[in-house]
């Protein structure tokens, strides 16, 4: 099996990348981490062709991005090209607005991508969902994910699953890391971490109390290609030192 990569998922430092000096130095700091690797998402409106030339200058690989539903819908041309440009082939949503929270949605969002998945696989890309822990209310019975794990072909819909997330729906990680192999070329790492007055923070990984013993060992069976470290928050702590700190806890733990 091929060696899972690590990347910054690059939404953990959105406020230095808001031109395209921010992005420059951003990029710099994380290759000094050493991932060799970013998922683009949250920045500001810059030059896809410089952000190119900076990836490239600092040696590193952008493994994925963000990109809104919106943009997908409206604006797909630009879209692949902008990937292309970046010679990145997984794609990806955060998340859908919230009017496709629900089983209604959930059809709509399926009839709507369909023909950009068919677009984008002609230009050598995949389409990744990325979960939140809205996606684990129950709809008759089953699960939003679970249904549209069901209803969407693989060769349609891939899944970028966001462990802390999962934990944080009631759901197993490592289950649905799992249950979705081969179809997650992407998973998004991030801790889970309470405080004495049982408020659940974001934590850098390994800091927390999620079971990666089970979850980094079952993404490599599942064809996992990238992990991507975000954290929504990181607190009073700088958020590339917290990026510093989960690379240096995966090296620990020998996947990184």
């Not at 969002?109 to 677009?119: R, V």
Request: charged share 25%; proline share 5%; with cysteine.
């Amino acid at each position: 099996m091929a060696k899972v990569l690590v990347g910054a998922q690059l939404y953990t430092v959105r406020q230095f990348t808001q031109d395209i000096k921010g992005v420059a130095e951003t990029f710099k700091k994380i290759a000094e981490i050493g991932y060799p690797g970013v998922q683009i998402s949250g920045f500001g409106p810059v030059d896809p062709k410089e952000v190119a030339k900076i990836a490239e200058d600092n040696g590193l690989i952008i493994a994925s991005t963000h990109t809104s539903w919106d943009r997908f819908l409206h604006d797909l041309d630009a879209v692949i090209e902008e990937h292309l440009l970046w010679k990145c082939k997984h794609p990806a949503i955060g998340g859908l607005p919230a009017e496709y929270r629900s089983l209604e949605g959930l059809k709509r969002f399926l009839d709507e991508l369909a023909p950009i998945a068919e677009k984008l696989a002609q230009a050598g890309m995949d389409f990744s969902y990325h979960n939140h822990n809205h996606e684990f209310a129950k709809y008759e019975g089953k699960t939003w994910l679970e249904r549209l794990f069901e209803e969407a072909p693989p060769e349609m819909l891939k899944f970028e699953l966001d462990v802390y997330w999962v934990q944080a729906g009631g759901a197993d990680p490592a289950y649905w890391v799992a249950k979705c192999a081969g179809r997650e070329p992407l998973l998004h790492l991030k801790d889970m971490a309470v405080t004495p007055e049982r408020e659940q923070r974001f934590a850098e990984v390994g800091e927390g109390n999620l079971n990666w013993q089970a979850i980094l060992p079952a993404a490599k069976r599942a064809g996992v290609e990238w992990f991507l470290v975000e954290q929504d928050q990181c607190y009073d702590r700088d958020p590339f030192e917290s990026l510093a700190i989960s690379f240096r806890n995966l090296q620990e733990m020998g996947w990184a």
